[in-house]
């Protein structure tokens, strides 16, 4: 009886002898293991960058926005339509302890998309309108000058703190501090410059204007209700009273705006909520495309089956004899088995060469563009070579039973 080593060594020799025929299946199933792989990293390098993005907002952070079963109304902030079902009383609320024992800081806001202009450019850029907390909430810091303060919400000064990103497209390498830009068609002097948050594809968290919130319901808008806010970021005392905030909140706002939980006019989120919303979007999407990316699998995996299916009705007169010569049907089994295993293993280590290297390109190619690398796991690696070794040894399964079935008399009379 042979040897596993002489059986492999009898196989590699069988599909030498058919090289063409063997590297396009080796293809398919190659192709397949790196589609599978690639979607697979993508997914989870989208879960993790969305993570990212979604923590940079700030810690233990709560979010009040208007309901969306609430009917739009406009308020007149140009680029900016919004339900007007919050206001500076409800974060003057959620503010006071004996309401939210648990909230540290309160910092409601407005926004809009506008122009700007320097003394040597021109941009656009994302003004919000906000308070001195914002900076906690939104675990920010400055990186020269200062913040927004108490003194200019009540002076209703026209004061702006710059992003790192607006700071240069504005002024280039050039202090921003105490210069002037023009918001629209309002002039504000430059006080503070944000330090850098990050960015990534989804958005840039260093390209921003903030303004007082008086400041900004005063001059940037034209909005009947200058009490309006679009949101209210709050931050919890620590992230074990994260759900004792959102209880409290959740329960004041309820009470104030006197409405159930059915029919509240506001919604409230967290970082944990949005984490795992996003996730799970992103995880149904990443297997959908990876159920689709199998595909190619399963027609890699008829292509083993096909040419060991055509290479037993070549080789009808090599097993008639060997079974003369006193081979058994389990040897001949074993000889097909071992043939497409081969086929599915080389399939599969190539296959793992070629997603960690596109992966290597995608992700050196994505980095100045998203902020975001693909990285393949080992055990998405080995998934997949065992996988591909199992696609090789069940498409050969047929094929081999078909070849240990041949009467020896039968195959030898064969042309």
């Keep these: 009886m042979m040897s596993l080593t002489e059986t492999s060594r009898t196989a590699v020799a069988a599909l030498g002898a058919r090289r063409m025929r063997s590297v396009l299946t ?17 997914g989870q390098s989208a879960q993790g960058a969305i993570a990212n993005e979604i923590n940079s907002l700030g810690s233990n952070l709560l979010i009040v926005s208007p309901s969306n079963s609430v009917s739009t109304s406009g308020t007149g902030i140009r680029g900016a339509s919004f339900t007007t079902t919050l206001t500076t009383q409800d974060a003057q609320m959620l503010a006071n302890k004996s309401v939210a024992p648990d909230i540290a800081a309160v910092a409601p806001t407005l926004q809009s998309s506008e122009s700007l202009a320097s003394s040597q450019n021109t941009w656009t850029s994302t003004v919000v309108g906000t308070t001195p907390d914002y900076l906690s909430v939104r675990a920010r810091t400055i990186e020269s000058g200062r913040f927004i303060t108490n003194d200019d919400l009540n002076a209703r000064a026209s004061v702006a703190v710059l992003g790192p990103t607006t700071a240069s497209e504005l002024f280039g390498n050039q202090s921003p501090i105490g210069q002037t830009v023009t918001v629209g068609t309002q002039s504000f002097t430059i006080v503070g410059e944000l330090a850098s948050s990050g960015s990534s594809g989804i958005t840039n968290q260093d390209d921003t204007v903030i303004v007082p919130s008086t400041t900004f319901a005063a001059r940037l808008t034209t909005s009947g209700n200058a009490n309006s806010v679009q949101a209210i970021y709050l931050e919890a005392s620590s992230a074990n009273t994260l759900s004792a905030a959102y209880q409290e909140v959740n329960q004041a706002l309820l009470t104030a705006h006197q409405v159930t939980a059915s029919n509240a006019d506001f919604s409230l989120t967290t970082q944990a909520s949005l984490v795992s919303t996003m996730s799970s979007v992103t995880g149904i999407l990443t297997l959908v495309l990876g159920a689709i990316a199998a595909i190619s699998l399963l027609v890699g995996g008829i292509g083993v089956m096909n ?109």
């Design 26 to 42: 080796v293809l398919g199933i190659l192709i397949g293991i790196a589609a599978v792989m690639l979607t697979v990293g993508l």
């Design 307 to 415: 040419i060991m299916l055509v290479s037993v009705s070549e080789r009808v007169r090599e097993i008639g004899l060997r079974k003369a010569l006193g081979a058994t049907p389990s040897v001949i089994r074993l000889q097909f088995l071992v043939e497409a295993a081969i086929l599915g293993m080389t399939g599969g280590i190539l296959g793992i060469l070629v997603g960690y290297g596109v992966a290597a390109l995608l992700s050196f190619a994505l980095a100045s563009t998203l902020s975001m690398t693909i990285s393949v796991s080992a055990t998405v690696a080995i998934g997949a070579l065992l996988v591909s070794l199992a696609i090789g040894l069940v498409a050969g399964v047929y094929p081999a039973s078909r070849a240990a079935k041949l009467a020896p008399i039968d195959a030898l009379r064969s042309e």
